[in-house]
Structures are given as C-alpha cells and as structure tokens.
C-alpha cells in the first residue's frame, strides 16, 4: 500500500486506530519518515517512508499484534475528524442532531465522545460548508463566460444585487436554457412542456425551477433550468417563454403540480383574448347554456364560482 505523502499515511493511520479502537502515538513523524505505536505500550507498530524514487509514501514495516484492550475514548477522534466525518450528512441536514451524531460514533465505531465535541464538529462542518458553498458561488460570473463561450447560441442569465456603495456584489438568480436541447425538444418533442420548483435546503436556499418536455419514448426531456431567490417564476417563465417560441401559448400544453405562483405566470404570459374566445365558441358549438353561464360568471365576481361550478357540471352531462 502506498501514499502521496506522509500526512495521508498519518491521517490513514489515524483512521485506522479510530475503526479499530486503538490509539496510537507517533514516535517520528517528519518530512521523510513516520513511525507509529500503539499508545498502551503493546507490540503493534508500523513505519513508513518514501520509496526509492520518492513516488510514493511506503509502508516498510508493520507488526500487527495487538495485546490492548478496546478504548472508547479515542484521542484522534476530535472535534476535527467528527466535522469531516459527518460532512455529507450535515450537507444533506445542517440541523443535524447531536445525539444522532452521537449515537452514530458509538454504533459504527464503537467511541464515546463528549457532547460539546459535538457540537464543536458541527459548527466546524457548517463553516466548511457554507465556506464552500460561498466560494462556489463567487466562481458562477467565471462559469457562465466559459458556458458562454462554447455555447453561443444558448441563454445563460446570471443576475446579482449590489450593496448601496457596490462594492459587494450578491448572487440573486441564474437561468440557463442550452439552445442544443431547445432544438431538440422543438423538433423531436410534443408541445408539452412540464413545469415544476423544489426548495433548495442548503444554507443559502433559493428555488431550483425547471421545465421539462417528453421525447418520443416518453421520457423526460429536459429543456431550462433556473436557481431563483424566493418566489420568482415569472422571471422563469418569460426567459422560457422567449427561448422555446411559445409565443401567446396557443397549441401548447403546460403542466404544473397546480403550484399558484406557476400558474399565474404562465396565465399571465400566454393566455390571449383570441384563444379565450375560441375555447368559448366551440364550447358554444357543443353546449350553448354552460357557455353562456361561463360568460355571465365572468362578468359577476360574486357569481362567478358558483356559475362556473354549474357549467362544469353541465358540460360533464
Ligand atoms: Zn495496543
């Protein structure tokens, strides 16, 4: 087994007591060699170095027995190693309970940690995160130009708000809409175009929105793609609306999980008089009285569910 360096052996070996139930301490640990022993004075050890062409960091020697007992108190197990440990949970669940923690490193590993190491783990792994998270999202402008610069025909919006003196500049939306999967969807899809959002439960939040076509096996197809703050899917929808050629929305077919916010956007951008008008005339070809109500209801606001309702349930006679 080899190393990149005598750090990773140390933090391998570290690992390795910690799985294991054992400390360890180290008798040399330099630049070129590290020598490991058991803390209780038992025969286990292990020594390492770098090889002859200085590739890698390898084991030279190692003496497995061990006459210690279990210890579930792990010198190595600090607050440090528990917030790497529980990185990706905390990612998933940055209120991620201490007793959870707790009861993990006891079940998986077998050691007892105090409840304050805990909590210190956590507020290391949060900073960790959101550190990350900030710096990923200081890279977005640099993101967008390389997208932009082998995708020419595509929409990539990126918007930020500025503080008063404009010396900070804070991501506020990002809309991406790949003119490749626009062509595809258009020529090789129904003219159905599936709407929906979810809450992003990072640190920062925001709304993932997304819209999705059907392609000829009936799967999924995806079309645009937007990261907004709160609720914001007319903005959403006018860039998608714009780069997919609907137009007024004649002939095409929406489909939301009857969010409101969804909805109106798309009322607000497609609906038309001429369409509206259309859909009352064949209905009056079918069933005069029901389509007369429909106008009548929406004439009278006071009215207007109660005759909506009774021309519903004519039309479904
Ligand atoms: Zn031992």
Same mark, same amino acid.
């Not at 159905?192 to 709407?195: A, E, F, S, T």
């Given at each position: 087994m080899t190393f990149e360096s005598g750090s990773q052996? %140390? *933090? +391998?070996? %570290? #690992?390795? +007591?910690i799985c294991n139930g054992f400390n360890v301490r180290f008798e040399r640990s330099t630049e070129n060699i590290v020598e490991v022993a058991c803390h209780k004075h038992c025969p286990w050890r292990i020594y390492a170095s770098w090889g002859p062409t200085r590739e890698a960091f390898v084991i030279k020697s190692l003496n497995d027995e061990r006459m210690c007992y279990t210890d579930p108190t792990n010198i190595h197990a600090d607050y440090r190693w528990i917030a790497e440990h529980f990185l990706e949970t905390i990612r998933r669940d940055m209120n991620y309970k201490v007793v959870d923690m707790l009861r993990e490193l006891q079940e998986k590993y077998g050691i007892i940690v105090s409840r304050p190491t805990c909590y210190n783990a956590r507020s290391l792994a949060r900073k960790m995160l959101q550190g *990350? !998270? #900030?710096e990923q999202y200081h890279m977005l402008p640099c993101y967008v130009a390389e997208l932009q610069k082998v995708n020419m025909n595509s929409t990539f919006q990126l918007e930020v708000e500025h503080d008063i003196h404009y010396s900070l500049a804070r991501f506020k939306r990002l809309y991406i809409c790949l003119e490749s999967l626009v062509r595809g969807f258009l020529e090789g899809c129904r003219p159905?175009?599936? !709407?929906d959002s979810c809450f992003l439960k990072t640190e920062l939040k925001g709304q993932l929105l997304s819209a999705v076509g059907r392609n000829g096996n009936n799967q999924m197809f995806p079309i645009a793609w937007a990261v907004v703050e709160g609720e914001n899917q007319p903005w959403f929808i006018s860039l998608l609306i714009r780069d997919s050629g609907i137009v007024d929305g004649c002939g095409w077919t929406i489909v939301s999980d009857q969010q409101k916010g969804l909805e109106n956007a798309v009322a607000v951008k497609c609906t038309t008089c001429e369409g509206f008008q259309s859909v009352i005339g064949q209905m009056k070809t079918l069933k005069a009285e029901p389509a007369q109500d429909l106008l009548e209801g929406s004439k009278s606001s006071s009215r207007g569910s109660s005759n909506l309702l009774k021309s519903m349930t004519k039309l479904q006679v």
């Open positions: 052996f %140390k *933090s +391998a070996v %570290k #690992n390795y +007591a *990350s !998270l #900030n159905v175009i599936g !709407l």
